[in-house]
Each structure stands twice: as C-alpha cells, then as structure tokens.
C-alpha cells in the first residue's frame, strides 16, 4: 500500500506530460513532431525486426569493455595513490587536469588513433571514468580511520592482511561509490560517441534516425530507452551498496 | 622495585609539540616502571598528556628523548605483544565478531583459529554473536569483542587508554567487574590510564597521579585492598579523598 503510494506522484506526474505532448502536437498539427502513439508504434518497428537488440547490445557491450577496463586500472590505482604518498603528490595534479576535460572533447584524438571502430568508443568511455574512480578511490583511502590502521600495526599483521581484510573493505564504499559514478558517466558518452560515424548503438540510432527520413518518433523512442538503460544500471550499483560486508558504512 | 625485573620500564621521557613558532611542552621526564602481572593506573585532569604517554609507551609516538624498554628490551614500535584498548574502539565494522577476533591471529590452522575465537568469545559473554556484524551490537557488547580481539593473541600487556569512558555509567561499572573477572583467569600486565579515580581504585595495585601539562608523576599510591573491592569502604573513600587532593579537586 505504501510502495502504491510512493508511486502514484511520480506516475501521475509522468501521465500527465505525456498528456501534455500528445495534446500539444494534436493541436500544432505537427508534420515532425510525433505523438507518444507513434513513439509507441516506432519502437515496435525496431522490435519486431530485431535491429533494437542489436543497437541496445552494441552501446551495452561498449559500456561494459570501457568501464570495466576503466576500473581495472583506477581502483588499483586509487588504492597506491591513497597508501603512497609520494604517488599521490606526483599523480594527482596531472590526473586533476585531466579530470575535468569533457570526455567529448577526446573524440577527435579517439578518431586520430583509433579511427570509427569499437575502439574509439571504448576508449572515450574508458577516459571518461577512470578519473573519477581514481579520485574517489585515494580519496577513500585517506580517510580511513587511524585508529583502524593503528589496531591493525598493533595486531603486527601482513601486508597481505592488512589490504585484504583493513584497506579494501574500508575503502569498498567508496570504491562502489566512485563506480556508480564512472558507469553513469560511461553511460552519458557512449551515446554521444556513437553519434559519431558508427554503424551500431543507440547514439547512432538517434543520429541515423534523423537523417534518414526525419524519422522522429525513433529518435524519442532511443531517447527514452537510453534513459531507461541508465536507470537500470545506476539501481544495479545501489544494490551493490546493499551487500552486507559494504552496508557497515550505512548501518549506523 | 627492582628495575631489572620490571615489565615496562619507562625512564625519562619527554615529549613536546609544535605549536605555531613555539614548543609545547607535554610530557616533561616521566619514569616509572611496572612489574609483571601488574595494574597499574595512571589519573591525571583532562588534556595533562597522558593520552601521549600512553601512546609513547605503547610504541604509537617517539618521545623526544628517554628510553622505553619491555622485559628490558629496547621498544621500538607497536607490537602484538601490548595490545591498546581505546576510548572510541578499533573493532572492524566490516567484519564479523568471529573475524574481528581471528583477524590478529596468524598461522595456519583456520579451524583452530576460529575455536580459539569462539572461546574468547565465550569468555566476554557474547556466545551466540560470532557471525553478528559490529553495528548489530551496543557499545557495551562491542567493547566486550575488543578486549576479546586483545586478549585472544595472548598480549603481555594491555594498554588501556580510558577504555569505558565512551559507555554509560552503568555498562562502565559492569565493564570494571568483567575485566577483574577476566584478569583473574588470565594473567595480564595492565597499564590503565583514567581520569575517574574510582575506576582506578577499583582496579588497580598501583595509582600514578600525573600533574597539568607537562605531565610529571606528582604522587604514587599503593592500592593493599584485596578484591573484589567496596568503594564505598572508609579506606577506599579515604585514599580517593588523597587522590582527589592530590588532584587539586577535594
């Protein structure tokens, strides 16, 4: 009764701008411009003849290459630059410089290097995220508690000991944290990379929609999709923050 | 005492912070020595330093100069043979009861590992929250698993820094007891350090009153009373009204 409840404004919320739009675009006698029907039937289109799948697994299968390679690199990389000083007093300048570059900004040299393969695309996602999880990573090592890391050189254990069962687990929320925002932000640019000169993707769909033939209804269906995705995947890392060996940080 | 036989033996040290151009002066000459199998308390006021003595012995700060040695060795560092037990607590919130207490514990054995855990577990009355996470217990229940953690690498020497001053009145006093209890199955070297002289009455052989800052040793009492003790005893009043003078608050 209550989940009904939390609902309802949202949905009501949501009903009532497409609502809105339908009766905007009935009353402009849009040519363009679809209606939500016509989104509904351009979708079913892309279904039935399956190139929806294709596109949806292309941006997908691009997301998941330049994120994960992206934290692969960062998070071992966060961890020495948070326990090392003298890597991090070196490293994090240039990283800070590099962080606020729009990832976008990357696709003429992605192109340079890489020409309009999948590579390009993966590596933009790849830049676009590992900086903020390198960041988020040293930032999680500083500030682990001293009192933690004075009980564990009191207790005289491992190297070993000491990242696996002190270091890791102390900074895994702030790992997981720094995650959800690298896959939010590899999310944002594989559409924008896709738009350009690719054969595959959801991005390209939007782009190809619209050249070929003004078809809009496509376009706002990609749109919707790309948000829909992007919801997804931000509730899977939530549901990383669930897992109980994470939630002591938000168990008090 | 004779200093040979002594299990902590602290000879002169000092120790001063930087504050702004000039030095703060925090500790200023403190020797004392403790013998095996001792409790000794150490009370001084509030910010007097002893929280850095306490550290310095235990190995955690370099004092500017002096020596520290434990069974007449040279300290250079931390080590598991004195395990600090502090005010705010080191327990792992990400692990288990049952791993916080394996966590000290190397070689190779899990299964042994794990029992020895468990009865340590047992010892400080929490049989049956092995697998409980630190959140899932009061304050009072997790200092019970930290003093588990200390005592299951079988420590020398537990340096307590005003170990149940974060609990309420109540769980402190209960605390007190079930550490006399526990001390009384195991013999271990304590070096307390408090700013409730009770809790030092009820506890200790030996109390050390340290002065303000720069923190020097102002008067040492023997502490006869057999245990378990009455503070409500006219000796017990009696010393702790010469403490307290000694502490300039009577």
């Not at chain 1, 933009?124 to 890391?149: C, D, N, W």
């Not at chain 2, 040979?4 to 912070?17: E, L, P, T, Y």
């Not at chain 2, 434990?70 to 009861?97: E, Y």
Request: proline share 5%; net charge neutral.
């Amino acid at each position: 009764m209550k989940k009904l409840k939390d609902i309802l404004a949202p949905l009501t919320v949501l009903v009532a701008s497409i609502a809105c739009w339908w009766v905007i675009v009935l009353q402009t006698e849009s040519v363009i411009f679809p209606t939500p029907l016509q989104v509904v039937t351009g979708t079913m289109e892309l279904v039935a003849d399956g190139t929806l799948w294709d596109h949806i697994g292309a941006s997908l299968f691009r997301v998941g290459t330049g994120f994960l390679s992206a934290t692969l690199v960062a998070v071992p990389m966060g961890l020495w630059m948070g326990r090392v000083e003298g890597a991090y007093r070196t490293l994090n300048p240039i990283f800070q410089i590099l962080r606020p570059i729009s990832p976008i900004a990357w696709i003429p040299l992605a192109i340079l290097w890489f020409g309009v393969g999948n590579v390009s695309p993966i590596f933009l996602i790849f830049i676009a995220s590992v900086f903020p999880m390198i960041v988020q990573t040293a930032a999680g090592v500083h500030t682990i508690e001293k009192r933690y890391l004075r009980a564990a050189d009191n207790f005289g254990v491992s190297r070993y000991t000491l990242f696996r069962q002190v270091i890791i687990p102390a900074v895994l929320p702030e790992i997981i944290v720094g995650m959800r925002i690298g896959l939010g932000v590899a999310w944002l640019v594989v559409v924008a990379a896709e738009m350009i000169a690719l054969r595959s993707g959801l991005g390209y769909l939007i782009m190809d929609s619209r050249n070929a033939g003004n078809r809009y209804d496509l376009v706002i269906a990609s749109m919707v999709i790309i948000g829909v995705i992007g919801l997804l995947l931000d509730g899977t890392m939530r549901r990383l923050e669930g897992l109980k060996s994470i939630r002591w940080r938000y168990g008090r | 005492m004779d200093v040979k036989d002594a299990k902590i033996s602290v000879k002169d040290i000092r120790k001063s912070f930087a504050s702004g151009q000039a030095s703060l002066p925090v500790v200023d000459g403190v020797s004392l020595s403790v013998a095996d199998g001792e409790f000794v308390a150490i009370v001084g006021p509030s910010g007097c330093g002893k929280s850095t003595l306490i550290k310095i012995i235990a190995g955690f700060e370099r004092a500017d100069s002096g020596s520290i040695s434990i069974d007449g060795a040279q300290r250079n560092g931390p080590s598991p043979k004195g395990i600090v037990i502090s005010q705010h607590g080191s327990v792992f919130p990400w692990l288990t009861v049952q791993q916080n207490l394996m966590f000290g514990l190397n070689g190779n054995g899990h299964g042994d590992k794990a029992a020895l855990a468990d009865h340590y577990t047992d010892m400080v009355g929490l049989k049956g929250f092995e697998k409980s996470y630190p959140h899932e217990l009061s304050g009072g229940m997790l200092k019970r698993v930290e003093l588990a953690r200390a005592l299951v690498v079988k420590p020398e020497i537990l340096y307590m820094d005003e170990p149940f001053s974060a609990l309420d009145a109540l769980m402190n006093l209960r605390m007190r007891t079930e550490l006399m209890r526990i001390l009384s199955e195991e013999r271990h070297t304590v070096l307390l350090i408090t700013h409730d002289v009770e809790e030092a009455l009820f506890m200790a052989d030996r109390i050390l009153v340290l002065s303000p800052r720069p923190a020097t040793i102002q008067a040492t009492f023997e502490v006869p009373f057999a245990h378990p003790r009455k503070l409500s005893s006219p000796a017990v009043q009696q010393m702790k009204e010469q403490i307290l003078g000694e502490l300039g608050v009577s």
